[in-house]
């Protein structure tokens, strides 16, 4: 569990990298795609693993950049906020894909070659001189 947690953090700090840089809205590719590389680097191999990375990344990137907009709304940055159709499906399209991000990073990692182990170092006893 403290490996999913690590993972999590680290996928919801390069995702909001990504979303902060990048010069266009991306919506939920970076947390998706962040996921999905994360899960596999760290090499979880449960779904339950999988989820927490998942929703962890999707749920603190959401929720930061939401605060950042929110606030360059109350700043009056912008002329007017306009509720349309993707603002009121955003949060379930982002919690079904992070469990299908969960799901393929799973997947992906299960596949992956375990590492290959060192053999023992064996010392060997010394004479005392």
């Given at each position: 569990?403290?490996?999913?947690?690590?993972?999590?953090?680290?996928?919801?700090?390069?995702?909001?990298?990504?979303?902060?840089?990048?010069?266009v809205?991306l919506?939920?590719?970076?947390?998706?795609?962040?996921?999905?590389?994360?899960?596999?680097y760290?090499?979880?191999?449960?779904?339950?693993?999988g989820?927490v990375v998942?929703?962890?990344?999707?749920?603190?990137?959401?929720?930061?950049?939401?605060t950042?907009?929110?606030?360059a709304y109350y700043?009056k940055?912008?002329?007017a906020f306009?509720?349309?159709?993707?603002?009121?499906?955003s949060?379930?399209?982002?919690?079904?894909?992070?469990?299908?991000?969960?799901?393929i990073g799973v997947?992906?990692?299960?596949?992956?070659?375990?590492?290959?182990?060192?053999?023992?170092?064996?010392?060997?006893?010394v004479?005392?001189?």
């Amino acid at each position: 569990m403290d490996r999913s947690i690590t993972a999590g953090i680290t996928g919801f700090l390069l995702a909001i990298a990504i979303n902060l840089f990048s010069p266009v809205y991306l919506y939920f590719v970076p947390s998706f795609l962040v996921a999905i590389i994360v899960i596999y680097y760290f090499r979880l191999g449960t779904l339950k693993d999988g989820l927490v990375v998942a929703f962890m990344t999707y749920i603190f990137n959401d929720g930061i950049l939401n605060t950042i907009s929110g606030a360059a709304y109350y700043n009056k940055q912008y002329p007017a906020f306009y509720v349309n159709a993707w603002v009121m499906i955003s949060p379930i399209v982002s919690a079904i894909t992070a469990v299908i991000a969960a799901y393929i990073g799973v997947t992906f990692a299960q596949g992956r070659k375990p590492a290959e182990e060192l053999p023992p170092i064996v010392q060997t006893q010394v004479p005392p001189a």
